[in-house]
């Protein structure tokens, strides 16, 4: 079992930044791949960007460049940092561990992130 915990979000200016955590429980986190994903009102669910254990990055066309994902498995924490930041990337950021190979598929509570003068 793995428990996810997000935080980092907040009300920022357009063209600002925020980092996002993801921390979670579990000695073998390090396994894991990590995804951020967010949900906007009234939209569905969409992948940010994912990190695999062994650290390939993968990354939503809307946000390249202006995103980048990163884990410290020392710390068994995911981050998601966000730079340039627009209105549209107002939504509500989750964090998902999925264990390769396995049904193991877990998700954090979201934070919110909201983008606006």
Known sequence: QVQLVESGGGLVQPGG???LSCAASGS???IYVVGWYRQAPGKQRELVATISSGGSTNY???VKGRFTISRDNAKNTVYLQ???LKPEDTAVYYCNAERPYSKENYWGQGTQVTVSS
Request: neutral net charge.
């Open 17 to 19: 930044s925020l980092r």
């Open 82 to 84: 966000m730079n340039s």
């Open 28 to 30: 073998i986190f390090n």
């Open 60 to 62: 939503a066309d809307s």
